[in-house]
C-alpha cells in the first residue's frame, strides 16, 4: 500500500500548508503512541525486571529473563514451532482460499452471494465455537469424523488431530480463510474482465491465463491477506484453566490434558 | 463470463464443506436432549436453548461485544479517515513509517498485545474498566479501518473535490458534503471488517476483561474451561443465527459484495 | 488593462521546470486556447490560475487584484474537467446548485437558477438524474451548467471533451462556442486537439516544453508560424531544405531546380514551409514524383517524392483530373503561401 502513486498534478494541488498531513494524523499518532507504544515499551521493560514466587516483580535490570530465553533449548523449539505453524497455515490458505475466490468470483450473482455469505460468516463466529467445532469432528475415539471413518473401516485408529501441529494449522488456517478469500476476491474484483478474454483470443489456455494473467495481478491480494495471517492467533482449545493467564514456567510443561467430549 | 468447470465445482463443495463442516456440527449438538456434547441422534430437543436463560451472563456478554465492536470500530473510524486522507494524498517525510506503524497491530500477536494493555490500563487505574477494553480494541481494529478507507481514498479522483472548492466549498463542507461521501464505501467496509475482528477477539481481550466487562468470547471460553456441556453449543448457534441474519439483511439492502470490496456508489 | 494577466510566472517540481517564463494577457470575454501536445505543462498552468497549484515565481492578477493571495475557493471561478468531475452522489441539480448553495443563494432562486442553467446546455429534464445515469456528453454538459450557474469571472476548461466520441466532440464544442458567445464569459480552454483550438478560440498560445512558442489569432498561428514546432503542431506541413544566396544580385531563393527571388533579411540555409493544401500541380517547380494517391471524399491527399524529400498534397475534389501514382509532376505555389525561417529543415 505504500506504492501510492503521484496522480499527475493533482496530486501535488494539495501542496498548500505542509503541516495539513501531520495535523491530519496527529490525532491518531497520539492514540498510537499513548496506548500502543507505551503499553509495549512497558512491557519491553518489564523484561528486564525480576520475578519471584512471593516477591512479585522486582523493579531492578537484570538480564536472566533474555539470558533464559536465549539459552533454555525450549524456548528456541517454540518460537520454531510458531513459526513453522505460521508458514505452513499461510501457504495453506493461500493454496487454498485463492482458487476458492477465482472460483467464486466466476459464479452468477446469486450463488456468489450465498457462497460469500457461508464463507465468510465463520468470520463472526467465535473461534471458541469453532474451535469446539474441530474438537467434536476429531476428537478422540468420540469424533465424528474419526466414528465415521473406523465405522467404515477406513481406518483402524483415530486420527490424530486434537492437539496435534496438523490439528492447529488445519483450525488456524480454517480461521483465517475468510480474510484469504476475501482479499484476493477483492483483487479479482479490480480485474478487467476482458483481460482474460484478450488472454484466450491470442490461444491462452485456462491454465496459462490463470498464471500468467490473473495471478500477477491479484498477488498483492494474496500478501495483504498473508500479513494478516502471519500473526499466528492461537485457536483456543478447551483444556485445564492454565493457559489464560501468562502460563508460569512450571505449567508448561503439563501433560496437555486431552479434554475428551465424553 | 465463462463458467467454472466440473474439477472447480468439486474443489468448491469440498471447500465449503470443510468450512462449514465444524459449524454446523455445533449447531447440530445444539439440538442435543443429552447432557453432554453429542450428536441429536434420538430427537432434537431445545433444552439447551432453554438454558441460556439460566446464565444471564452469556446474554449480557453479547451485548457487551456488539457495543464493544460498534463503538471501538466507529472510534477507530474517527481517527483513521483523517489519517488515511493524509497518507493517500500527501507525500511527507514520514508516511511510510506512520502507516507501517498504524498497521503494526496485525503484526503484533495479540497475546503480546493483551499483556502490555494489561499491566498499562492497571498502572494508570484502569484495568477491568469498559474504557480500557475499548481503548484496546480501537488499537487491533485500526489497521482494517485504516486500510479500507486507504484504499477508498487513494482512489477517488481528487478532481471532483477540486471541482468542490472551486464552487467555493472549504475545510469541514468539503469533507461532509463531498470527501466523505466519496470514500463512504470504503467506510463502511471498514467498520464492518473492524467490527468483526472486535467482536471475535479472544486473545487480547481475555486479559482486560473483568467480571462485567466479558464479552461473549471471553465468556465462553471461560466457561468451556470448568463445563464442557452442549450450552456452548446453544449460545453459539444463537450468536450463529444472529450473524447470518444479520449478513443476510445486509446482503439485501446494500450488498454483500459491496461492503466487503469497500466499492460500489452511494449515489443510488 | 487586462482582465487576466500572467506575468512571467514558473512552476517547478522539485529541480523539474514544468512552466518557466509564461506571460499572457486576457481581454475580457476572450476565448483563449492553451494548445501543446500532452506533459507541456498546459494544465499545470490552469491549476496555478484555479489556485490547486502555486506558482514559483510569477504573478497572475485579475482585474489587477493578485490572485495568488486568494484561496481557490474564494476565487470564484469556474472550471470543468476532462474526468467531468461530477459529484456521484449528487443529482444533476444538487451537482449544479452546489455552488449556490455555498454561496448561500436562497432557495427559491437556486432552483431557478439551475433550471435556466441546466436548460442552458440542453438538460431540461434531467434534474434528478444521477451522473452514472448519463451519457459522457450529459454529464459533461452538468459539470459546464455547474461551473457556469455561479457566474465565474473566468471559466477555466481542462480538456473538456477529450473523452467523447469524435461526431459528439464536434457537437459540443459549437455548443460550447454559443453559450461563451453569448454569456460572454472570459473562457480559457485547454486541449492538445489543434482543431479543437482553431474552431473554438479567439486567441491560440502554443505551449511546448514549458514555454510559450506563440500566442495569436487562429489563423496568424496557422499561416504564420512563430517557430518550426508550431508549424508542424498546427495540421500538417511540408518543410523543404533551401538555401539564400545574397551573392548574385538579384538574391535568390533556391531549392533543387525549384528558384524564387529571396525575401528580405535572411541568408544561408533557410527552411521554407509550405501547407499542403497551398501546393499546386503545374509546369515549373519542385520536381516530384507521386507514390500514393488517396481520395478522401472532398479532397485528395497525395504523397509525393521530391527532390528536397516527401511532400504531402492535398487538392480540392472540384472534379477535374488529378495525377496519378507514379507519375511526375512539378510541385508550385505562390510566394505568399510560403513561410521561411532560418537554419535547415530538420
Ligand atoms: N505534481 C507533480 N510533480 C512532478 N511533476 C509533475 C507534477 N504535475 C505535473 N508534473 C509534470 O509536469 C509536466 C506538465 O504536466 P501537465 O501540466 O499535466 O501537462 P499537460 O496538461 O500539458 O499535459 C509533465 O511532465 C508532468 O510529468
Ligand atoms: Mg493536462
Known amino acids: 500500500m505504500s506504492a501510492v502513486a503521484d496522480t499527475a498534478p493533482q496530486a501535488a494541488a494539495k501542496e498548500r500548508g505542509a503541516r495539513a498531513p501531520w495535523a491530519m494524523t496527529a490525532p491518531a499518532l497520539m492514540l498510537f503512541v499513548g496506548v500502543l507504544l507505551i503499553p509495549l515499551a512497558m512491557t519491553v521493560l518489564l523484561s528486564f525486571h525480576d520475578w519471584g514466587q512471593y516477591k512479585g516483580i522486582e523493579p531492578v535490570f537484570i538480564l536472566k529473563n533474555w539470558h533464559e530465553i536465549a539459552t533454555d533449548p525450549y524456548y528456541a523449539e517454540m518460537f520454531w514451532r510458531t513459526f513453522r505453524i505460521a508458514i505452513l497455515t499461510t501457504l495453506l490458505t493461500a493454496v487454498l482460499g485463492a482458487p476458492e475466490a477465482y472460483i467464486l468470483n466466476r459464479m452468477s450473482g446469486r450463488w456468489k452471494s450465498f457462497f460469500l455469505l457461508v464463507i465468510l460468516g465463520p468470520l463472526l463466529i467465535s473461534v471458541v465455537a469453532r474451535t469446539l467445532g474441530w474438537a467434536l469432528l476429531f476428537g478422540g475415539n468420540n469424533g465424528l469424523v474419526n466414528k465415521l471413518l473406523m465405522s467404515l473401516g477406513v481406518i483402524r485408529a483415530p486420527i490424530p488431530f486434537m492437539f496435534t501441529e496438523t490439528g492447529m494449522v488445519v483450525a488456524l488456517a480454517h480461521v483465517m480463510m475468510p480474510f484469504m478469500v476475501l482479499s484476493v476476491w477483492a483483487a479479482l474484483q479490480r480485474l478487467d474482465p476482458q483481460i482474460e478474454n484478450a488472454a484466450m483470443s491470442l490461444g491462452a489456455g485456462p491454465v496459462t491465463i490463470v498464471r500468467r494473467i490473473v495471478m500477477p495481478q491479484i498477488m498483492p491480494g494474496c500478501c495483504r491477506a498473508r500479513s494478516s495471517c502471519s500473526r499466528c492467533r492461537p485457536a483456543p482449545l478447551p483444556r485445564p484453566r492454565s493457559s489464560a493467564a501468562a502460563g508460569s514456567r512450571s505449567r508448561r510443561r503439563s501433560p496437555m490434558t486431552s479434554s475428551s467430549t465424553r | ?268 | 488593462m487586462a482582465y487576466l494577466e500572467l506575468d512571467r510566472v514558473a512552476k517547478q517540481f522539485g529541480a523539474m521546470t514544468v512552466v518557466d517564463g509564461f506571460s499572457l494577457a486576457v481581454g475580457k470575454g476572450e476565448f483563449i486556447s492553451f494548445l501543446g501536445p500532452s506533459g507541456c505543462g498546459k494544465t499545470t498552468t490552469l491549476q496555478m490560475i484555479a489556485g490547486f497549484l502555486d506558482p514559483t515565481r510569477g504573478a497572475i492578477r485579475l482585474e489587477g487584484k493578485d490572485l495568488t493571495a486568494i484561496h481557490p475557493a474564494k476565487r470564484g471561478l469556474g472550471i470543468v474537467f476532462q474526468s467531468y468531475a461530477l459529484f456521484p452522489h449528487m443529482t444533476a441539480a444538487e451537482n449544479v446548485a452546489f455552488g449556490l448553495e455555498m454561496r448561500n443563494v436562497p432557495r427559491s432562486e437556486r432552483a431557478e437558477r439551475v433550471r435556466t442553467a441546466l436548460a442552458m446546455v440542453g438538460l431540461a429534464g434531467y434534474e434528478d438524474r444521477h451522473p452514472r445515469r448519463m451519457s459522457g456528453g450529459q454529464q459533461q454538459r452538468v459539470a459546464l451548467a455547474r461551473a457556469l450557474v455561479i457566474k465565474p469571472s473566468v471559466l477555466l476548461l481542462d480538456e473538456p471533451l477529450s473523452n467523447l466520441d469524435a461526431k459528439l466532440r464536434e457537437e459540443m464544442q459549437i455548443e460550447l462556442r454559443q453559450i461563451q458567445r453569448t454569456i460572454g464569459t472570459t473562457t480559457i480552454l485547454v486541449t492538445h486537439d489543434q482543431n479543437e483550438a482553431m474552431s473554438l478560440s479567439d486567441r491560440i498560445v502554443v505551449m511546448s516544453q514549458g514555454r510559450i512558442e506563440q500566442i495569436g489569432t487562429p489563423q496568424e498561428t496557422y499561416e504564420r508560424p512563430a517557430s518550426a514546432f508550431v508549424s508542424q503542431f498546427l495540421g500538417k506541413t511540408n518543410d523543404f531544405a533551401a538555401t539564400i544566396d545574397r551573392t548574385s544580385a538579384p538574391a535568390r531563393l533556391t531549392a533543387g531546380s525549384w528558384s524564387v527571388p529571396a525575401p528580405a533579411g535572411l541568408s544561408g540555409p533557410v527552411t521554407v514551409s509550405v501547407r499542403p493544401e497551398r501546393i499546386g500541380f503545374g509546369d515549373v517547380g519542385l520536381s516530384a514524383k507521386i507514390v500514393t494517391r488517396i481520395f478522401q471524399g472532398n479532397h485528395w491527399l497525395f504523397q509525393c517524392d521530391s527532390e528536397c524529400g516527401p511532400a504531402i498534397v492535398i487538392r480540392q475534389n472540384d472534379g477535374q483530373a488529378q495525377p496519378s501514382e507514379g507519375e511526375a509532376v512539378r510541385l508550385v505555389w505562390r510566394p505568399e503561401d510560403m513561410s521561411v525561417r532560418a537554419g535547415a529543415a530538420a
Open chain 2, 1 to 268: 463470463m465463462r463458467r467454472n468447470g466440473p474439477l472447480a465445482l468439486i474443489f468448491h463443495t469440498i471447500f465449503v464443506t470443510v468450512m462449514v463442516a465444524p459449524i454446523l456440527v455445533v449447531c447440530l449438538v445444539a439440538f442435543t436432549p443429552e447432557g453432554h456434547l453429542s450428536l441429536p441422534t434420538n430427537g432434537f430437543s431445545l433444552r439447551w436453548f432453554r438454558t441460556i436463560a439460566n446464565y444471564p451472563e452469556f446474554v449480557h456478554a453479547f451485548w457487551v461485544s456488539l457495543g464493544l465492536g460498534a463503538l471501538s470500530s466507529f472510534v477507530a473510524l474517527l481517527f483513521a479517515v483523517p489519517a488515511a486522507l493524509a497518507i493517500a494524498r500527501y507525500r511527507f517525510r514520514g508516511r511510510d513509517a506512520l502507516a507501517a506503524l498504524f498497521l503494526s497491530p496485525l503484526m503484533i500477536p495479540h497475546v503480546v498485545l493483551g499483556i502490555a494493555f494489561l499491566r498499562f490500563f492497571t498502572s494508570v487505574g484502569l484495568s477491568g474498566s469498559l474504557a480500557a477494553l475499548i481503548i484496546a480494541h480501537v488499537i487491533i481494529v485500526f489497521p482494517f479501518a485504516l486500510r479500507l478507507t486507504l484504499a477508498a481514498a487513494t482512489g477517488m479522483d481528487l478532481s471532483v473535490e477540486m471541482a468542490a472548492v472551486s464552487l467555493g466549498a472549504n475545510g469541514w463542507t468539503l469533507f461532509r458534503r463531498v470527501t466523505l461521501p466519496l470514500i463512504l464505501p470504503g467506510v463502511i467496509s471498514g467498520w464492518a471488517l473492524a467490527f468483526i475482528q472486535s467482536f471475535d477477539d479472544l486473545t487480547m481481550t481475555v486479559f482486560l476483561a473483568a467480571p462485567g466487562t466479558e464479552t461473549l468470547p471471553v465468556r465462553m471460553f471461560l466457561y468451556i474451561q470448568d463445563n464442557i456441556d452442549p450450552l456452548v453449543t446453544s449460545v453459539s448457534a444463537c450468536v450463529i443465527a444472529i450473524t447470518m441474519t444479520a449478513l443476510i439483511l445486509l446482503d439485501r439492502f446494500y450488498g454483500l459484495d459491496r461492503v466487503l470490496a469497500g466499492k460500489g456508489d452511494t449515489g443510488r
